[in-house]
């Protein structure tokens, strides 16, 4: 989803203004995505420049107030973006794997300690995670919570592939580090033998 | 709140021929009344071990396991027997239904095998078969049901006795990931409603999440141990 599909989307329900937009779209990003007001007041200019959504002037209690409305371009837009399946792959921009880069070779065993750290972090967020989803089954079920409860999967999901990641990184550093000390060994003993 | 089971230090040795095998090297450990604690580990971690030394199933070789501060070591086998009756709860990944008898009366087993059953007893577990769903399933044969609701006849079974501890091993192992969700939720509403204490044996970091506190087992000791709300979410 980007901001400017989900100004589209909430607009399409409903014309409103900013400061409600900003309000839906939280809530649907259920806290994942921290969008500020000045992302959405810029992406409204841009939708408005576009032809994609209409400004009007609400008068509430004496202040002027700008409400948007979406226009039929806007949800033709919206109804395009909505049917195609998103191309783009997850961005894999790993602040962990940045540092791995920078850390090998000089320290094994301080990489390894980083990794199960990092693991134990991601572990410890999946528990809270799924603390959230077990508390919003209790809550029976409605449209908004089925969403919710997706969105919290693809949390855990992510988050379990990380751990399963950490946990393939530092198998492979292990295995790796005894090949090298068994060609060592080979080394020496050829050493010895000359 | 008082530890519902200590482990301390406790050593398993197997002896495969002339060489042994040590299952559990050491291991200390505490678990609270009322919490949910998730093992992990590979295989041959110990992790199954240590489940059936707290659940009186085996004895350690040396060190001591004790449940409500009695040492089940000083206890003798009608003991340990009525301690496996009537506190501790097992499932199983394999869910061991016995195949000939319908849900129902493979959940009131452990209550007909301990003598315990009365109007009052089996009551109580019409009231366990509707918590976990099985209302309309209970004069069904294991045959006849799918893998998730074989699961919970295996929980209603385990609850039926009102254990003040449950042992779960691998209990999603052989279920999808949606059921599998299902099942971890029974085992937390038996944590959050009837104050159980929970130890489960996991290899998945999705259903260990459920744990209030993991841990990781690594040739037989405490490798890992995570506290579940320690994290600093988003």
């Known amino acids: 989803m980007s901001v400017k599909h989900g100004l589209l989307g909430l607009l399409a329900r409903k014309p409103q203004n900013g400061y409600e937009l900003k309000n839906a779209f939280d809530e649907i990003a259920g806290g994942f995505w921290d969008v500020n007001f000045g992302q959405i007041y810029s992406t409204i200019d841009r939708l408005v420049k576009d032809g ?51 850390m090998y070779p000089f320290d094994k065993e301080a990489i ?40 919290l999967d693809a949390a855990l999901f992510h988050a379990e592939a990380d751990v399963k990641w950490l946990e393939h990184c530092e198998a492979k550093l292990r295995g790796f580090e005894s090949i090298q000390r068994e060609e060592a060994l080979e080394n020496d003993e050829i050493g010895l033998d000359q | 709140m008082a530890n519902k089971v200590e482990v301390k230090d406790v050593f398993k040795t197997y002896k495969r021929g002339k060489a042994e095998f040590h299952a559990l090297n050491g291991i200390s450990l505490s678990i609270k009344e009322g919490e949910f604690l998730a093992v992990m580990g590979p295989s041959g971690s110990g992790k199954s071990t240590l489940l059936h030394l707290i659940g009186a199933l085996d004895k ?65 577990a019409d009231e366990v078969i509707e918590a976990v769903g099985l209302t ?14 074989m699961q919970r006849v295996g929980i209603a079974r385990a609850l039926a006795i009102r254990p003040s501890i449950i042992l779960a091993d691998e209990p999603t192992g052989n279920l999808d990931s949606k059921t599998s969700e299902e099942i971890l939720n029974l085992l937390k509403d038996c944590q959050e ?35 579940a709300y320690s994290a600093n979410l988003i």
Not at chain 1, 115 to 123: G, I, P, T
Not at chain 1, 134 to 151: A, E, H, I, K, P
Not at chain 2, 141 to 149: D, I, N, T, Y
């Open chain 1, 52 to 102: 994609l959504i209409t400004a009007s002037s609400e008068d509430a209690e004496g202040v002027e107030r700008r409400v948007y409305q979406i226009t039929q371009k806007g949800i033709q837009e919206f109804k395009d973006w909505l049917d195609k399946p998103s191309a783009k792959v997850r961005p894999l921009r790993d602040e962990i794997f940045v540092k791995l880069a920078f």
């Open chain 1, 112 to 151: 390894l300690q980083l990794l199960a750290e990092q693991r134990q972090l991601y572990l410890a967020k999946m528990a809270e995670l799924t603390r959230k989803k077990y508390l919003l089954s209790r809550q029976g079920g409605s449209r908004d919570m089925l969403m919710t409860d997706l969105l």
């Open chain 2, 60 to 124: 350690p070789t040396s060190g001591e396991v004790f449940i409500d501060g009695v040492s089940l070591s000083l206890l003798g086998d009608d003991a340990l027997s009525q301690i496996r009756r009537e506190k501790v709860g097992f499932i199983f990944q394999q869910f061991n239904l016995l195949p000939t008898l319908t849900a129902r009366e493979n959940i009131l087993l452990p209550l007909r095998i301990a003598g315990k059953s009365s109007r009052e007893t089996e009551r109580y």
């Open chain 2, 136 to 149: 309309n399933w209970s004069s069904n044969l294991p045959e006849e049901m799918s893998g998730g609701q």
């Open chain 2, 193 to 227: 409603q009837f104050k159980q204490t929970i130890i489960m044996v996991i290899h998945d970091a999705k259903a260990a999440a459920y744990g209030d506190r993991i841990i990781r087992l690594k040739d037989g000791q405490i490798d890992e141990e995570v506290e």
